[in-house]
């Protein structure tokens, strides 16, 4: 830079980082820090968790669609010996031979069915070999804020036709007895079991629609994959986008700065040229205009002089009102300070 660091210091103008260490100012490097960690999460977690919720999805369409490929079969063939299913068997159709225990029944409250809460019926099924599987068999709207009244599951023999389900997590509210009804947050066949006082397998059966005892049937999940994959593209996009735009950052400060260098090399240079053009010309000028004043108008010696210095100090008025329209007040103004110099000698 043209301009040094005295010049700097002397019309108040701190010096200016250069280069790279413009960026190692707090701002920036906080703002480095915070790209790198958005795109370590956008890769490490955010993406893979879509991408996984993504395959769970496909994986249960899948079973879904074998599911209604096959014949039902006895759910002695599907669930083991303490009543759990392989990861690949849910959704499975087994045929439960057997009677229900509707004296033991629980209701599961606020689980909503297509966006809607609702009431879930779970009714314990008593096979004919002995062992006892919990049956969900549909549901009810809420009746006014309250639970609303369930059918009666039927008495005698029943085979019926259901889906092979996972219990769930126990990371729910603890039981509850409301309005004359044990009511759980969940289907957790543990939880049930301690409620009911029986023991139960380890998972359970969705009852199929059209089947006895069904209150109103929970519909099959439909086969749409969903945004998931593309949400985690976005993901990607993001987490390489993020880097690419700092460095576009980066380059256009750089870019600015040695703009603003040049411009004020460029100013330096025609303020240096400027003063010494002009003093060599106004001390010549001066020198015949004042002598020839006062030759032939001895009486008008300030009058001329004021006339002689008009254009000089037109012309760096001039260029003081364009150096500041342009600048504003952040470049020192060489040309008026020339300007007051030649004022002041007379």
């Given at each position: 830079?043209?301009?040094?660091s005295?010049?700097?210091?002397?019309?108040?103008?701190?010096?200016q980082?250069?280069?790279?260490?413009?960026?190692?100012?707090?701002?920036?490097?906080?703002g480095v820090?915070?790209?790198?960690?958005f795109?370590?999460?956008?890769?490490?977690?955010?993406?893979p968790?879509q991408?996984?919720?993504d395959?769970?999805?496909?994986?249960?369409?899948?079973?879904?669609e074998?599911?209604?490929?096959?014949?039902?079969?006895?759910?002695?063939?599907?669930?083991?010996?303490?009543?759990?299913?392989?990861?690949?068997?849910?959704?499975?159709?087994v045929?439960l031979?057997?009677h229900y225990?509707?004296?033991?029944?629980?209701?599961?409250r606020?689980?909503?069915?297509?966006?809607?809460?609702?009431f879930?019926?779970?009714?314990p099924?008593?096979?004919?070999?002995g062992?006892?599987?919990?049956?969900?068999?549909?549901?009810?709207p809420?009746?006014?804020g309250?639970?609303?009244?369930?059918?009666?599951?039927?008495a005698?023999?029943?085979s019926?036709?259901g889906?092979a389900?996972?219990?769930?997590?126990?990371?729910?509210?603890?039981?509850?007895?409301?309005?004359?009804?044990r009511?759980?947050?969940?289907?957790?066949?543990a939880?049930?079991?301690e409620?009911t006082?029986?023991?139960?397998?380890?998972?359970?059966?969705?009852?199929?629609?059209?089947?006895?005892?069904?209150i109103?049937?929970?519909?099959?999940?439909?086969?749409d994959?969903?945004?998931?994959l593309?949400?985690?593209?976005?993901?990607?996009?993001?987490?390489?986008?993020?880097p690419?735009?700092?460095?576009?950052?980066i380059?256009?400060e750089?870019?600015?700065?040695?703009?603003?260098?040049?411009?004020?090399?460029e100013?330096?240079?025609g303020?240096t040229?400027?003063?010494q053009t002009?003093?060599?010309?106004?001390?010549?000028t001066?020198?015949?205009?004042?002598?020839?004043l006062?030759?032939?108008?001895?009486?008008?010696?300030?009058?001329?002089?004021?006339?002689?210095?008009?254009?000089?100090s037109?012309?760096?008025?001039?260029r003081?009102?364009?150096?500041?329209?342009?600048?504003?007040d952040?470049?020192?103004?060489?040309?008026r300070k020339?300007?007051?110099?030649?004022?002041?000698r007379?």
């Amino acid at each position: 830079m043209a301009v040094s660091s005295t010049g700097e210091r002397r019309y108040g103008r701190a010096p200016q980082k250069k280069g790279w260490r413009t960026f190692l100012r707090p701002g920036w490097v906080f703002g480095v820090l915070a790209i790198i960690a958005f795109s370590y999460v956008a890769f490490t977690f955010l993406a893979p968790w879509q991408l996984s919720r993504d395959s769970t999805i496909v994986e249960r369409n899948e079973q879904i669609e074998s599911a209604f490929e096959v014949e039902p079969v006895p759910a002695e063939e599907i669930f083991d010996a303490r009543g759990s299913i392989e990861p690949g068997e849910e959704w499975a159709r087994v045929i439960l031979q057997g009677h229900y225990l509707p004296e033991d029944e629980v209701l599961m409250r606020n689980r909503p069915v297509d966006s809607s809460p609702a009431f879930h019926a779970l009714t314990p099924f008593q096979l004919n070999s002995g062992e006892v599987i919990l049956v969900n068999r549909g549901f009810n709207p809420p009746l006014e804020g309250g639970v609303p009244p369930m059918d009666t599951a039927p008495a005698g023999e029943q085979s019926i036709v259901g889906h092979a389900r996972f219990t769930e997590q126990t990371t729910m509210p603890p039981p509850i007895e409301d309005q004359g009804y044990r009511q759980v947050y969940g289907i957790n066949t543990a939880q049930i079991a301690e409620v009911t006082g029986m023991e139960l397998a380890e998972d359970y059966v969705q009852l199929a629609e059209g089947q006895d005892g069904e209150i109103n049937a929970i519909p099959v999940p439909m086969l749409d994959r969903g945004s998931h994959l593309s949400y985690a593209f976005q993901w990607i996009a993001f987490g390489i986008m993020a880097p690419l735009g700092l460095g576009y950052f980066i380059w256009a400060e750089l870019k600015e700065r040695r703009r603003v260098r040049r411009e004020e090399a460029e100013l330096a240079d025609g303020s240096t040229s400027s003063q010494q053009t002009g003093d060599s010309q106004d001390e010549e000028t001066d020198s015949d205009t004042v002598g020839a004043l006062r030759t032939t108008h001895p009486e008008n010696d300030t009058q001329g002089l004021a006339h002689a210095q008009a254009p000089t100090s037109a012309s760096s008025g001039a260029r003081a009102r364009m150096l500041h329209d342009r600048y504003g007040d952040s470049q020192p103004n060489h040309s008026r300070k020339f300007t007051n110099r030649r004022r002041e000698r007379f």
